[in-house]
C-alpha cells in the first residue's frame, strides 16, 4: 500500500509539475498544495499500519507528531 501510494504520488507530481511550469504559471501554488497532501497521505498511512500491524503501536503517535511539525515549519517558511 505505501509503495503504491509513493509511485502514484511520485508519478502524479511530476505530471503536474510539467503541465504547471508549461501552462500555468500563475497557478504554480497548486504544486505545493499536492506535495503537502501526498505527504500527509503518506505520513497517516504510514502511522496507521504502525498502529495497527507492528508490536510497538505507540510509534504511530510519533509519526503523526513528525507530520505535524513538518507542517508547521512548511507553514512558517511560506
Known amino acids: ?3 503504491g501510494l509513493r509511485t502514484f504520488s511520485a508519478i502524479t507530481l ?3 509539475s510539467f503541465v ?3 501552462y500555468y504559471e500563475d497557478l504554480i ?5 499536492a506535495v503537502i497532501v501526498f505527504m ?3 505520513y497517516m ?3 496507521f499500519f504502525e498502529w495497527k500491524y507492528t ?3 505507540k510509534q504511530s503517535i510519533l509519526t503523526l ?3 505535524f511539525f513538518i507542517l508547521i515549519a512548511i507553514i512558517i517558511v511560506f
Open 45 to 47: 498511512v504510514r502511522a
Open 65 to 67: 507528531s513528525e507530520m
Open 55 to 57: 508490536q510497538y503501536p
Open 1 to 3: 500500500m505505501d509503495k
Open 29 to 33: 501554488y497548486l504544486t505545493l498544495i
Open 40 to 42: 500527509v497521505l503518506d
Open 14 to 16: 511530476i505530471t503536474l
Open 20 to 22: 504547471m511550469f508549461f
